[in-house]
């Protein structure tokens, strides 16, 4: 295996154990001076509006108190100011160098690794293979020789990489852009609390406070966590308690959010029955603001975001058609390929391959397909129809089927993908789960004569509960957020992806018109809430039909 | 002795409708792939074909005057076409059955252009044409029109006979049209689309494993109170589903500037709870013994993952890596709300051939070229890496 060097070149220590607690101490003050002012700054700051300031002050909030704790406890001379002041000096040190890159368009400097990036795939070729070489070597214990060399070509193709793809040009842009006054200073912030942070994580400096063994354990176990657990706040927790907040406003991409409660949720849900009697319209017997969803007889049921309740009914439909289809033949088909037989890997492949080509692949596949005139899906029919034809007695017209220009077939033609798509994969789930049915069930079963089917019914099913629930789960949680398929198969419509006369309109589709067509931000946001409950009550009853079914 | 050989028959038949049950849902499974894969070597005339071949065909041709002709066949002769007409299909206006064939050169209005001569038929009114048969004019209505063409024995050109052009077969061979892969590359910038996804996928492959060693190691083997707590809201973020994050996620793009980057496309998807997850659970598997024998030597938590921990779980780390590989190379709704439609520099594969088959509707050969090159590596990765996909898909259903 690769032996990784770890970092040899230490840091100097520049003072012993208890002279740095006292220097620390003094750094901790005017450190916790400078949050407290970049606090006052980001709470009264022109420069910063909106998500930036609330992100602002809650950063600055959250050292600020650990600062704050840290002085009183080093003043103590107790163990937890060091981790205080620990966590604040990592948090400056990561803060800065982040800042620091943002500000040097580091991260959008991948653009320019793009259209340079190609240059360096051979390097990177050769360093791999010259690294299978090393560790080849490495099993073998002997031809040292052979690794030895294989281990220098390994380095210098990794030069080599970085070189082909610009690695100079982009350090000189880099250290251009950090000299300046701006640049220098975080620089030199991240340097210093850096160097602190390392400093006071030192052993020695931990014995000064006498801090227990299960300290050094939570500090080392949240430096390890810390990437994780930084990224989970940064791109999951913060958005989503922000969307939270989207959704109570009113918000679109050039003016301020304006709070308005719940209202956008009521917009979005509020329903209303009629009863038309003769000769009225639909329109005359709803509350004003509210339109014909649909209609069953005499009744009338109008919404005031009829599209919405649109994309409800149809994403209901899709689910009950392409749930089962998706999971009861791939159920079927995992019991076929749960057998010895040779060749059966090919298979199981094959299966698997739809769902790895990805939505957009595999919705291109399918509009080829589907096309009405040159299409194969109708040249079969067409085929399979004048076979038919020439029984005695039969006679059925073609049905030329318009698969994604007929409003009452569009949506059937996504379920046809999505279920092509899932089958496989979905098998191979089953299959997973039969390879765990205890075997010798099976042959208690034949002794007492069970058949087949009963084997199957009263054996494999009750067996395979949980794989099942996980199954309709996670395929239900797909089927909920369908848009994909939706916008390549419908690629011109309005909104994008609603299909013929919206009929393949799904509420991700709508979200997607309303937050980034139309740029209303936070009935967007209110909109993916809703359906976000609903994935979570649809993901519910089928765990609680799990549970009861597992007891009962 | 019967009932074993009994047994062995029927176990035989039962094979062949195992093989039976398995192909056919292996041919519905496979035939797509088929159509796509020939379609991105037929040519343009070819795919627009009915009925539909499987096999890209392309009309033979042969080197008349220095010039390229295509061949047909006619009455069993290999012909070249000479020149087409236009021909008319008349009837007279009492006999709708007894139609001619004339070239629509040979026939005039009735009446001339202005003033033509009309009769009702059926309630229309059509106007009448002379029409010469056998040396008599006759006035007649056109009933339909067809193109007739002049066709040619390839060794003597004097040897002409007219046929339907519409019905006249075509020579066909198979000759796949590689330049579609070519030409599909400059149509849409896809060859920067190409490299662009290839960095994207790497870099979330490469960063996705980084902070999935770290943090699954953290929370497989360090003890801190409230460790597990943190773990279980941790993988609690896998079951919210992406598209309540979209909105937010996009200000959060716009807040930092990275709004058409391909910054956006990596740094929030480099942290991920299911990476986490699988590599804590691999780790928790590793007997105690082996690092504390590390330990005892000095070495520090640091060399212990590094040295022990990520040497044993290169299965775990392969299997992160297929899925990951997968989730970014195939992801496309954050791509598709991410980076802007006119921004070709900047394109992954999945919105490239989105907009692909929305504008280049006339091209589906290039389209399918396109498709064959964003599934070739994903497949080629499956075909080498195919116990790490299947292994993944066992571990998610684990859990």
């Known amino acids: 295996m ?3 060097s770890l970092p040899r070149m230490r840091p100097p220590r520049l003072l012993s154990a208890s002279a740095w607690l006292q220097a620390l101490l003094g750094w901790r003050v005017l450190h916790t001076l400078a949050v407290g002012a970049g606090l006052w700054w980001s709470l ?4 910063l509006e909106g998500p930036g300031r609330i992100a602002a002050v809650a950063a600055a909030s959250v050292v600020l108190l650990l600062d704050l704790g840290a002085v009183a406890g080093l003043a103590m001379r107790r163990s937890f100011g060091r981790s205080l002041s620990l966590a604040a000096d990592y948090l400056t040190f990561v803060g800065a160098i982040l800042v620091l890159f943002q500000r040097n368009d580091v991260f959008r400097g991948l653009d320019a690794l793009g259209a340079t990036f190609v240059r360096g795939v051979p390097f990177g070729v050769v360093a791999i293979l010259a690294w299978v070489v090393t560790g080849w070597g490495e099993q073998r214990g002997t031809l040292t020789q052979v690794r030895r060399i294989a281990r220098y070509v390994a380095y210098a193709a990794v030069a080599g990489l970085l070189l082909a793809v610009g690695l100079l040009p982009g350090l000189a842009t880099f250290l251009a852009r950090t000299a300046t006054p701006e640049g220098l200073l975080l620089l030199v ?3 210093v609390s850096g160097y602190l942070a390392w400093r006071t994580f030192q052993s020695d400096v931990a014995e000064q406070l006498e801090v227990s063994n299960q300290t050094t354990r939570t500090l080392d176990g949240l430096l390890f966590a810390s990437p994780n657990l930084l990224g989970f706040a940064a791109f999951f927790a913060g958005p989503l308690i922000f969307s939270l907040f989207v959704s109570l406003t009113e918000w679109d991409a050039f003016g301020d959010a304006e709070f308005i409660g719940l209202a956008n949720y009521t917009q979005i849900l509020a329903l209303n029955v009629g009863i038309a009697s003769a000769g009225q319209s639909a329109s005359e017997v709803l509350a004003p603001g509210y339109f014909e969803w649909f209609s ?7 919404a005031q975001d009829v599209l919405f309740w649109r994309s409800i009914r149809n994403i209901v439909v899709f689910t009950l058609f392409a749930l089962p289809l998706s999971t009861i033949p791939a159920l079927f088909l995992a019991t076929l390929l749960n057998s010895k037989a040779p060749g059966i890997k090919v ?9 790895i080509a990805g939505v957009v692949a595999v919705a291109l596949i399918w509009r080829q397909l589907f096309d009405s005139t040159i299409g194969w899906l109708n040249y079969l029919i067409s085929l399979t129809v004048s076979g038919l034809n020439n029984l005695p007695g039969v006679a059925i017209t073609d049905p030329r089927i318009q698969w994604l220009s007929d409003a009452d077939i569009a949506l059937f033609s996504l379920v046809i993908v999505f279920s092509w798509m899932f089958i496989g994969y979905n098998a191979v789930l089953f299959l997973a789960g039969l390879q765990g049915v205890d075997n010798t069930l099976y042959e208690a079963a034949m002794l007492d004569g069970a058949n087949r089917w009963q084997r199957f019914r009263n054996i494999t099913l009750p067996a395979l509960r949980p794989t099942t629930f996980f199954v309709v789960a996670s395929t239900g949680i797909l089927t909920l957020q369908l848009f994909g398929e939706n916008v390549v198969l419908f690629p011109t419509t309005t909104p994008i992806g609603a299909g013929p006369q919206n009929s393949t309109l799904t509420p991700v589709v709508y979200l997607y018109e309303q937050g980034f067509r139309r740029f209303a931000f936070g009935y967007a946001s209110a909109v993916a809430w809703v359906l976000f409950v609903l994935i979570f009550f649809f993901t519910l009853v089928q765990f609680r039909r799990q549970r009861e079914q597992a007891e009962g | 002795m019967a009932v074993v050989t009994g047994s062995k028959r029927r176990r035989r038949i039962e094979r062949v409708g195992l093989y039976l049950g398995l192909g056919a849902f292996g041919a519905i499974m496979l035939f797509p792939f088929l159509v796509v894969a020939f379609g991105s070597l037929k040519e343009s005339s070819d795919i627009f074909r009915f009925p539909p071949r499987l096999l890209p065909f392309s009309q033979d041709t042969v080197e008349i005057d220095g010039e390229e002709q295509g061949l047909y066949v006619i009455e069993g002769e290999e012909r070249v ?10 009837a007279p206006p009492d006999a709708l059955e007894d139609t001619v064939q004339v070239p629509t050169a040979d026939v005039e209005r009735r009446g001339g252009f202005v003033d033509t001569e009309t009769v009702v ?5 059509e106007p009448l044409y002379d029409v010469e048969v056998d040396g008599e004019v006759v006035a007649m209505v056109e009933r339909g029109t067809t193109t007739s063409g002049r066709f040619a024995a390839v060794d003597d050109l004097d040897d002409v006979v007219g046929a339907n052009v519409r019905l006249a077969e075509q020579v066909d061979s198979v000759a796949p049209q590689t330049e579609n892969f070519r030409r599909v590359t400059e149509l849409q910038n896809l060859d920067r689309s190409l490299t662009n996804t290839l960095l994207v996928t790497l870099l979330v492959v490469g960063g996705t494993v980084l902070t999935s060693i770290l943090g699954g190691y953290a929370f497989a083997r360090i003890e801190f109170p409230g460790r597990d707590a943190l773990f279980l809201v941790y993988i609690g973020s896998i079951m919210v589903p992406f598209v309540i994050l979209i909105v937010p996620l996009y200000q959060l793009m716009v807040a930092l500037g990275w709004v058409n980057s391909l910054a956006s496309l990596v740094f929030p998807f480099v942290f991920n709870a299911y990476g986490t997850f699988l590599i804590r659970q691999f780790f928790v598997s590793i007997p105690k013994d082996l690092e504390e024998a590390a330990v005892i030597d000095g070495a520090s938590r640091w060399t212990v993952l590094w040295r022990i921990f990520v040497p044993l779980s290169t299965p775990a780390i392969a299997t992160l890596s297929t899925f990951m590989f997968l989730y970014a190379w195939n992801s496309f709704i954050w791509p598709f ?27 589906p050969n290039l389209i399918l070229a396109g498709v064959m090159i964003a599934i070739a590596v994903p497949v080629t990765v499956f075909v080498l890496a195919q116990r790490y996909f299947v292994e993944n898909v066992a571990t998610s259903g684990i859990k």
Do not use: C, K, M
């Open chain 1, 2 to 4: 690769t032996t990784l």
């Open chain 1, 44 to 47: 009264t700051s022109a420069a």
């Open chain 1, 189 to 191: 912030v991240a340097v």
């Open chain 1, 296 to 302: 069953v007889g005499n009744v009338v049921v109008g």
């Open chain 1, 347 to 355: 298979f199981r492949a094959i299966y698997f391959v739809p769902s």
């Open chain 2, 81 to 90: 076409l000479l020149e087409t007409i236009a021909v008319g299909i008349y």
């Open chain 2, 121 to 125: 038929i059926d309630g229309e009114e």
């Open chain 2, 337 to 363: 709300i991410v980076i802007s439609a006119g921004n070709f520099d900047n394109h992954v594969l999945t919105v490239s051939l989105q907009q692909l088959g929305g504008r280049a509707a006339d091209s």
